[in-house]
């Protein structure tokens, strides 16, 4: 035997001793995991409501008309509808606490029908009210035909500290 015999042996015996990386394990997971993503990813659309916050700046020197918006309070009360400072309308409560999204959504668009400002409502949300309940009301205000919504908070009543 000779010298080059004994390297190729030797190879060949290092060969025989390498384990196998065995991908078949790595091969189904991944044929598990990914319908599982690609279907996942269908159910998480983001619902995006649009939001108009209102700017800090005063009216311009050009606008001498003021235009009165609508604005929707929400309280612990009910809701309350006033067009600038005017109250036009106020709805209680349907319990305790539930807020009558329909009747909200019913005057919305009546009032709708009558303002100038067709698209702008404000929502001012009190403070205590939850996340789900201003929502709720941007989508009836939505519903009643109102395409620029504005959020802000509602003015501290008489009397509170």
Known sequence: MSFIDDVREKQARAKADEPEVNLTPVMNMFLILIPFLVSMAVFAHVAVIEVNL?????????????ELKLT???SQTGFSLALGDTLLDTIPLLDKSALNYTVL????AEQR???ENKNDLTVAVSDGIIFDKVVATMDAGRF???SKISLSSAPAQQGAP
């Not at 209102?54 to 003021?66: F, L, N, T, V, Y």
């Open 113 to 115: 029908a009558i303002i």
């Open 72 to 74: 929707v309070a929400v």
């Open 105 to 108: 959504q019913q005057t919305l």
């Open 144 to 146: 009643a035909g109102f």
């Open 54 to 66: 209102p700017s800090d700046a005063g009216m311009s020197k050009g606008q001498s008309r003021k």
